[in-house]
């Protein structure tokens, strides 16, 4: 049973910077694409960022340029480095892990946290 725990959301003014992190469990960390999915207040769910292999990453276009993932595999454990952030950013944060090719659809991703809550103040 694949089990992925968020951590690290909060309150944040604009411009400022957050890390999120999900750690892991129950899977081989390093054979699964890991991915960051947001859903904002009203809005549908908006693929973030995926990691394959520690190195191999996908961006969304709102992420391009301002949102950095990376993974710590003996931590099992994927991050989200948000930087620049606006009120646009505000949103529930949620980790996701499937095996096979990257994709962006939500419904393509098994497993799915409980998700981080960030709100950006502007």
């Known amino acids: 049973q694949v089990q992925l725990v968020e951590s690290g959301g909060g309150l944040v003014q604009a411009g400022d910077s957050l890390r999120l992190s999900c750690t892991a469990s129950g899977h081989t960390f390093s054979n699964y694409r890991m991915a960051w999915f947001r859903q904002g207040p009203g809005k549908e769910h908006e693929f973030v960022a995926s990691?394959?292999?520690?190195?191999?990453?996908w961006y969304g276009d709102s992420a391009k340029g301002r949102f950095t993932i990376s993974t710590d595999n003996a931590k099992n454990t994927v991050y989200l480095q948000m930087s620049s952030l606006t009120s646009e950013d505000t949103a529930v944060y949620y980790c996701?892990?499937?095996?096979?090719?990257?994709?962006?659809?939500?419904?393509?991703?098994?497993?799915y946290g409980q998700g981080t809550q960030v709100t950006v103040s502007s």
């Open positions: 996701a892990a499937r095996e096979g090719v990257q994709s962006r659809r939500r419904d393509q991703y098994p497993y």
């Open positions: 990691i394959y292999k520690d190195r191999v990453t």
